[in-house]
């Protein structure tokens, strides 16, 4: 069974631009969650879709966005990019209504802003 | 809201032997779910072990198990028997109630070394 799937693993921005991320999740998970990874905050949430709804919603700007389409895979904007944007972004996937279900993490795409 | 606080920033364990990361929570809410995930250099997070609120006992997943005291808030997590493997970072995580979906709030995590 593949697991959660991250492109790309590795991007470089400068600052103004913007970029987006995409996610795939594992087959018959329909909840889409992204995590922010930075040295000094750690690891906060983002958001997650859910049938192509946004569910939850972290403390994020606006630049940052997402949005999940009909066959649940996920993808994630930030607009505007500052240098503070350089993380791990990674997407996490899970079953709906199983409470004991953890979420399954890709590998990330860790993004520098120069 | 919930926090995870995870006290250790890093822990040395020698090979063979067994370590305990520590794990405390706060959460007003009656239901919620523990998890612990491991994250290797390469970045990606490994699922552990899982405790719910409502279990009535310690969970335990090969060589994890969690020694959970609901009173104390608390959810360590104990490695038996060190890999050399098992050098990562640990982190401790919590689920909500229902109506905050899948949302996971992470602690600080625990940077894991094991010694030949």
């Known amino acids: 069974k593949a697991g959660v799937t991250q492109t790309p693993r590795y991007l470089i921005k400068t600052r103004g631009q913007q970029v987006t991320l995409s996610c795939s999740p594992i087959s018959g998970h329909r909840s889409v969650s992204w995590y922010q990874q930075t040295p000094g905050q750690g690891l906060q949430f983002l958001f997650e879709y859910f049938s192509e709804t946004q569910r939850n919603k972290g403390n994020f700007p606006g630049r940052f966005s997402g949005r999940q389409f009909s066959n649940s895979r996920s993808e994630m904007n930030v607009s505007t990019l500052e240098l503070g944007d350089s993380a791990l972004y990674l997407c996490?996937?899970?079953?709906?209504?199983?409470?004991?279900?953890?979420?399954?993490f890709g590998d990330g795409t860790r993004l520098s802003i120069l | 809201a919930q926090k995870i606080t995870q006290t250790q920033p890093g822990m040395f364990v020698q090979e063979k032997e067994a370590v305990t990361l520590d794990c405390t929570y706060d959460t007003s809410d009656p239901s919620y779910g523990l998890f612990w995930y491991k994250q290797p250099s390469s970045g990606e997070m490994i699922f552990l072990i899982y405790?719910?609120?409502?279990?009535?006992q310690n969970a335990t997943e090969g060589r994890y198990s969690l020694n959970f005291q609901k009173a104390r808030k608390s959810a360590n997590l104990v490695i038996s028997a060190s890999q050399l493997g098992d050098s990562a970072m640990y982190f401790c995580?919590?689920?909500?109630?229902?109506?905050?979906?899948?949302?996971?709030?992470f602690g600080g995590g625990t940077r894991l070394m094991v010694k030949p």
């Open positions: 996490a996937s899970s079953l709906q209504g199983a409470r004991d279900q953890p979420q399954h």
């Open positions: 995580a919590m689920r909500g109630p229902y109506n905050a979906g899948n949302m996971l709030t």
């Open positions: 405790q719910g609120s409502y279990d009535q």
